[in-house]
C-alpha cells in the first residue's frame, strides 16, 4: 500500500502534540502514523514520496 497524507486539525491531533500542534500533516501507511508531524503538506510529501526519511515525534516542536 502506498503512503498517504492526512491533516489534522482540533481533536484529529494526538494529545502529546498539543497545544504545540493545533494543525499539521502526518504521513500514514496502512493506517498507522509513520511520519510526523509536519508544518507543511510539501514536508509531508517529501516524506510520502519517499524523498525524505520520515521522523515520528512524541513531542514534537514546530
Known amino acids: 500500500m502506498r503512503a498517504q497524507i492526512k ?3 482540533g481533536e484529529d491531533v494526538p494529545k502529546a502534540w498539543r497545544p ?3 494543525v499539521c500533516w502526518v504521513v500514514e501507511l ?3 502514523v509513520i511520519g510526523g508531524p509536519y508544518a507543511s503538506e510539501a514536508q509531508a510529501r517529501a516524506v510520502a514520496d519517499g ?3 520520515p521522523r515520528l515525534s ?3 516542536a514546530p
Open 7 to 9: 491533516h489534522l486539525s
Open 20 to 22: 504545540t500542534w493545533a
Open 30 to 32: 496502512d493506517g498507522a
Open 51 to 53: 524523498d525524505e526519511e
Open 58 to 60: 512524541q513531542t514534537p
